[in-house]
Nanobody
Framework: VQLQASGGGLVQPGDSLRLSCAGS????????IGWFRQAPGMEREFVAA????????RYADSIEGRFTVSRDNAKNTVYLQMDSLKPEDTAVYYC???????????????????WGPGTLVTVSS
């Protein structure tokens, strides 16, 4: 599975942004996809995850209901809708995939096998 995150940019506090994770390889639609982020000088942390069907999701407590993860398997794409952005959301955002048929939306980095390059989100006034 190959992944590519996109959609990052510079926004102001309170703005919204939608990230996309495009996947290639036949296993993408049967894989749990997770979003992680890494701020400068910080550990990479879990943000959200979605199971292959889209029927199950998991979010980090720090997101506080502001982000929504969804997927369109026909387009081999997973989305992360981010609303009410805060300066502390500034980070490089990565998407990652678990091996196919491991259908648990884990929050652990070690559970994810495939990683793509990240996209930078900067929230600043």
């Amino acid at each position: 599975v190959q992944l590519q995150a996109s959609g990052g940019g510079l926004v102001q506090p309170g703005d919204s942004l939608r990230l996309s994770c495009a996947g290639s390889g036949g296993a993408f639609s049967s894989s749990v996809i997770g979003w992680f982020r890494q701020a400068p000088g910080m550990e990479r942390e879990f943000v959200a995850a979605i199971i292959w069907s889209g029927a199950g999701t998991r979010y980090a407590d720090s997101i506080e209901g502001r982000f929504t993860v969804s997927r369109d398997n026909a387009k081999n794409t997973v989305y992360l809708q981010m609303d009410s952005l805060k300066p502390e959301d500034t980070a490089v955002y990565y998407c990652a995939a678990r091996k196919p048929r491991l259908n648990v939306p884990s929050s652990s980095r070690d559970a994810y096998t495939y990683w793509g390059p990240g996209t930078l989100v900067t929230v600043s006034s």
